[in-house]
């Protein structure tokens, strides 16, 4: 158990602490009322087979109807209380990791396939909701009920309470030990396995469209297939060792039984043998755990690694602290002499970069695929951050200012507009979560989109699929500019807007940004010159010169 694993994901059930005391509590209760009823039930009838008469049962009859239904009781609010706790813990998770990625830069993010993100906040943060029940819980249980049975056979026979936790601690630790052992490299390999399916999974779905234009489907089923073949091997070697497990917690159990009832014989009275024998048998149920604890540790700790190793990466972007005075809400944009490259080892992506540029100010900015055209995006938004020059906003270093005031100065459109599996209406209202229906329906209105989302079978309501699959390029891009307005920010950045549009989309969507920008400062990046000859710009800056 490392720092950076299971012993954070220990740390975060902190505020769970007393649900998590409890749900120890009701588990030593239920064990201890099944085996109370087992042993109570085995006196009362050895006891009743003497035929010393019914008065010599005492409370027995009814110490067995209360055992009986307590142990029922127990076990419902144990199963309550530890998946309560079970579940706050995965909501927590879940929502932590976001927080804890959202300051990550997305430059840092670009390390990672889409499908192996997806993998690390679904798949092992779900494989995570095994780690109290599985594997923290049952360990704290096994040496309670070990301690309370060793001390309750003492009273019968000091011996055999020895023979009881000589057994119980063999078991306990035995066990789990080669479990974990032959089970250590499976669990790793499954959770390693099953993740690399799950992102080649995502993957393959997401490039389906290319994959069948160029007719590569045959050897993406090959390459599911081999995988999917690997995982169930893996799966089959789990189940052998589930099967090993069962059958060697069956035999020391049973053997544990016999030793106990041979020391016994001789010791204690005969009335009381079924009694230890049974007692030896019911508290077992709670070392058997122990055995999936010690096999469910390999998976666990691989899932928690897995997630830890994004968290606990440093924001190559640093925050600043909050503003001692605001913005200027007309702000000029200047950068001087500006240097940036993707890593150390990198070339330059631009060097000594300068542009001055006054607030309603257009600037077309061209180069070839490569020149550094959304590398500047990248910095300006403080994605990633640049090596040398200085960035100022109005009179104040783009640098000292944090990060969520700079993603309110730019308004961003991409050739790429990434819409959610959610309604037109909720896509739209991402540039200002409080906006007010009117709002939304006045931004539609301005980005020409208001009369085709009232066609729309459901208008603002209907669902637009993943990534807007439902609607064609230019409708996707018109609802990136109503979210952009809605958002209002003075600076707009405009990245390739059109790249994916066929030229009359594109000449109607150019249009229709550049007329609802007009009182604000828009900087229009595309290789496509010829588009945007015949509209004015007050600067024309190439990269790559």
């Not at 780690?131 to 003492?154: E, H, N, Q």
């Not at 640098?399 to 969520?404: M, Q, T, V, W």
Request: with cysteine; hydrophobic share 50%.
């Amino acid at each position: 158990m490392t720092e950076s694993g299971l012993f954070q994901v220990l740390r975060l059930m902190r505020p769970f602490w007393r649900r998590a005391v409890l749900a120890l509590l009701l588990s030593v209760l239920t064990i201890g009322s099944s085996i109370a009823l087992m042993m109570t039930s085995a006196w009362l009838i050895s006891t009743a087979a003497l035929q010393l008469g019914i008065t010599s049962l005492g409370l027995a009859p009814t110490a067995v109807r209360f055992f009986g239904l307590s142990r029922a009781v127990f076990r419902y609010l144990e199963r309550l209380v530890s998946h309560d706790v079970t579940f706050r813990l995965l909501a927590r998770l879940r929502v932590w990791f976001y927080k804890r990625i959202e300051p990550l830069s997305l430059v840092q993010l670009q390390a990672f396939r889409s499908g192996d993100l997806m993998a690390r906040v679904v798949t092992d943060i779900e494989e995570l909701q095994n780690f109290y029940l599985r594997v923290a819980s049952p360990p704290i249980v096994a040496v309670i009920v070990t301690a309370v049975m060793g001390a309750a056979f003492s009273l019968f026979d000091g011996r055999t309470a020895l023979v009881l936790v000589a057994f119980m601690l063999v078991t306990g630790s035995l066990l789990p030990w080669l479990t974990r052992w032959i089970g250590d490299s499976i669990g790793r390999q499954l959770v390693d396995q099953r993740t690399r399916l799950n992102s080649h999974l995502i993957d393959t779905v997401q490039g389906l469209a290319d994959s069948v234009a160029f007719g590569y489907t045959a050897r993406l089923r090959e390459t599911l297939e081999e995988m999917n073949g690997r995982l169930t091997q893996s799966e089959r070697q789990m189940g052998r060792l589930d099967g090993l497990q069962n059958g060697l917690s069956t035999l020391l159990v049973n053997l544990a039984a016999l030793c106990v009832l041979w020391v016994a014989i001789g010791r204690v009275e005969g009335v009381l043998l079924a009694t230890l024998t049974l007692g030896t048998i019911a508290a077992f149920e709670a070392i058997t755990p122990l055995a999936l604890a010690g096999q469910n540790l390999g998976k666990e700790q691989t899932a928690a690694n897995r997630v830890f190793e994004i968290i606990n990466s440093t924001p190559a972007v640093p925050e600043a602290p909050p503003l001692s005075a605001p913005l200027p809400p007309n702000p000029a944009l200047t950068l001087a002499k500006v240097t940036f490259r993707y890593g150390p080892e990198e070339q330059p992506v631009f060097t000594n970069f300068s542009l001055a540029i006054p607030y309603g100010t257009r600037v077309l900015l061209t180069g070839e695929s490569g020149a550094g055209k959304s590398s500047l995006i990248n910095v300006l938004l403080r994605f990633a951050e640049h090596e040398a020059g200085q960035i100022l906003v109005g009179k104040t270093d783009l640098c000292a200012i944090p990060h969520e005031a700079v993603r309110q100065l730019f308004g961003v459109m991409t050739q790429r507009t990434h819409l959610f599996n959610t309604t037109v209406g909720e896509n739209i209202r991402i540039g200002q979560k409080t906006a007010s229906d009117e709002a939304i329906v006045a931004a539609a209105q301005a980005a020409q989109i208001h009369t085709f989302i009232t066609s729309l079978p459901d208008g603002y309501d209907t669902y637009v699929g993943e990534g807007g699959a439902r609607l064609s390029g230019g409708e996707r891009q018109r609802i990136a500019l109503a979210r952009m307005l809605l958002k209002d920010a003075p600076i707009w950045l405009l990245d390739e807007i059109t790249a994916n549009l066929d030229p009359i989309t594109a000449t109607t969507v150019l249009q229709t940004v550049l007329a609802a920008g007009a009182e604000r400062t828009i900087i229009l990046m595309t290789h496509r010159t010829r588009l945007v000859a015949s509209h004015p710009f007050n600067q024309h800056v190439q990269l790559g010169r």
